[in-house]
Structures are given as C-alpha cells and as structure tokens.
C-alpha cells in the first residue's frame, strides 16, 4: 500500500461467542465491506476466505485475530485494508484495483472510513443480536453455484461452489462428490 493513499484500519470488537463460530465473524466484516461498496455504486463481491473483489480484481482484504479462553472468543481484532486513492499496484496473483481506478475519484480517507464504520457497526449490532448473515453471505459470494476453477493439492479442477460450511469451510462439488475445504486446501483461479 502507497503510503497515505489507502484505507488501513484495525477494530476491536468483543464477539463473546464461541471458537467454533468464528467465521460468523468473517461474515459480518465481509458483508459491511460489500453493502459499502454498493452504497458507492460498486458491485462487488467476496472472494472466499477473505477477499473483496471487483469483477477478478482485489479491492479489499480482511484479516481477523482472535483473542480466545477456553474456546470463546472474548477480542477480535479486525484488519481491513481497502484500495482507495492508489492508481497502480505491483504485480500480485490477484490484480489489485482501487476506487480511484473504478471512481475516477479522488476520495478523503477519514470521510470514507467514517462511512465504512457506519455499516461496520450497523452489522456488529445485528450480529450481537443474533441475526444470522449465512444467506445475506451466500448472495454476495463470488461464484457461487458456478462452475469455477480452482486449484488444491497440486491440481487444478473444475467444481461448482455449493456453499460454505458454518465453520468456514468452502464446499465445492466437482464430478461426482461435495467436499468441504479448508482455506489453506484449496485456491480459486481466475
């Protein structure tokens, strides 16, 4: 990230659920990028595990660190990198893109994380209350139920994202068998 260009933050949020939950959380942070990105006109999707993209482009990325006693998670801290105002990247498997490149816009970084935390904290409410994000989720997945290629364990294939699994596992069918994946097993190529 070009040095004043970008949005990087971290939150702290106090989830109190349990260890098996986690991805809940993923989803909640994933789901408030995606409706703040609409709410600018972008259609964007998540790129599972932890990806935001743009068509095949990476505008944004998420990295959660939990803070667990016995099995519950009593912090998270949040990390949420989002492309703003850089207008070229380095070469990455992902190619990057900024909302500047999308925009042709120039935007104030603490206006747009003032409005990132709007539907930030807008979801935390919802998921502190209990309300379920799986299918709110499923909608804005990129890929979902198309054929898609991926790559695992040293080959590549075609399957068809079905879902994933409440512990954040990708579930793919290929041939004639649904596996769920974890994130380190399993690449989507684009």
């Not at 206006?111 to 935390?117: A, F, G, I, T, V």
Request: aromatic share 12%; net charge positive.
């Amino acid at each position: 990230s070009n040095r004043g260009e970008n949005l990087l933050c971290s939150i702290i949020v106090e989830p109190k659920i349990s260890l098996a939950k986690q991805f809940n959380i993923s989803k909640f942070v994933a789901i408030s990028i995606i409706e703040f990105l609409h709410n600018l006109g972008i259609d964007a999707k998540i790129k599972w595990p932890n990806d935001i993209v743009v068509g095949k482009e990476k505008i944004s990325g998420i990295l959660i660190k939990n803070i667990v006693t016995n099995h519950m998670i009593n912090f998270s801290v949040i990390g949420i990198g989002l492309n703003v105002n850089q207008q070229s990247f380095r070469d990455y498997p992902i190619k990057a893109v900024s909302l500047l490149n999308i925009l042709n816009y120039d935007f104030d970084l603490l206006e747009l994380r003032e409005s990132l935390m709007i539907f930030l904290e807008k979801n935390l409410r919802k998921f502190k209350s209990g309300i379920s994000f799986d299918d709110k989720y499923l909608s804005y997945l990129y890929n979902y139920k198309k054929n898609t290629h991926f790559a695992s364990e040293r080959k590549q294939f075609y399957g068809i994202i079905n879902g994933v699994s409440s512990t954040g596992k990708l579930i793919v069918k290929s041939d004639m068998s649904t596996q769920a994946f974890c994130f380190n097993k399993i690449k989507l190529l684009f």
